[in-house]
């Protein structure tokens, strides 16, 4: 339907607080909008008592959650549990706000029919706009939680942080668009600078290339997979390899990686599978839609 509105909330290295920080900003958005997609975001940008955030940002504070790991296993629990219940305050002052908007802006509605995952016990916040939907993109299967912390979103590393976020009163559907089984390496991002960079520092390509499944398949088979094993893929790197030679380099551009593997953030495939989980609450929540 024409001018009727989709909001999503979701940013890389960002915590739902970033939204109640800047909620002047997204209140006119959400208020008119048919449905709001809210992302499931790491509960590493969210601050701690180690960390807050006007002295940190999101990459610091994991950076010094990795540091505790090493030296310090009680304070990086102590910093996981502080920055897990401040994202759980944070996801659910958002949702009050975006209900608290939405009532402002329009009456309630009163459709029979519902697709939602997550029933809320109030029937107004139930069937008003707009539609709250949390879309859960991982690695991570939310029945088995992140076992490891690395994995986006970070720190949901067990079946009751990951519950805690799904059970919180207000959602309107919770929807499961992990990609454990999928392959990474199906899809990659082309580091394109550094492509260009090393084909101009080889006399070739295939020395660049060379050059590259030395560094990937033998020095990041550890962590990254085995990557020599794949020779279509012999010069994608692990994304966390990438990055820091990348940031060794002092330009901006890899001097080993072409490719990066995108075990990160959400790949391709996850995507695809958040519109197709997505798609029925979506039309449903737009076709109810009356404008105020």
């Not at 029937?123 to 939907?133: E, G």
């Not at 519950?163 to 499961?176: E, N, R, Y």
């Not at 990348?246 to 901006?252: E, F, K, P, T």
């Amino acid at each position: 339907r024409a001018g009727v509105t989709v909001a999503t909330l979701g940013k890389g290295a960002a915590s739902p607080g970033l939204y109640l920080e800047q909620w002047a900003a997204i209140e006119p958005i959400v208020a008119g909008a048919a449905a709001v997609v809210v992302h499931a975001m790491s509960i590493r940008a969210s601050e701690n008592d180690f960390c807050p955030v006007s002295k940190c940002l999101a990459v610091e504070r994991y950076e010094a959650w990795v540091a505790a790991t090493r030296t310090d296993p009680e304070k990086a629990r102590a910093m996981e549990a502080q920055s897990f219940d401040n994202a759980i305050n944070e996801y659910a002052e958002l949702l009050r706000r975006i209900d608290a908007a939405g009532a402002a802006h329009r009456a309630p509605w009163g459709s029979s029919s519902s697709s939602s995952s997550v029933v809320s016990p109030s029937a107004v916040v139930q069937h008003a706009f707009p539609k709250k939907f949390l879309l859960w993109q991982s690695r991570c299967d939310p029945t088995r939680a992140c076992e490891d912390g690395s994995f986006f979103p970070q720190w949901f590393t067990s079946r009751a942080r990951i519950d805690a976020l799904f059970g919180l009163d207000g959602w309107d559907g919770v929807f499961d668009a992990s990609y454990a089984d999928a392959d990474e390496f199906a899809s990659t991002l082309t580091i394109d600078k550094c492509v260009e960079s090393n084909d101009a520092a080889a006399a070739n390509a295939a020395a660049a290339a060379a050059s590259s499944i030395d560094a990937c398949g033998a020095a990041y088979a550890a962590d990254a997979g085995d990557v020599a094993s794949k020779p279509t893929r012999t010069h994608t790197c692990h994304h966390e390899h990438a990055r820091a030679d990348i940031d060794a380099s002092g330009d901006g551009c890899s001097t080993k990686c072409a490719f990066v593997r995108q075990s990160y953030y959400p790949i391709d495939v996850s995507h695809n599978k958040s519109f197709a989980v997505l798609l029925p609450a979506l039309r449903e929540a737009i076709a109810d839609y009356h404008f105020p």
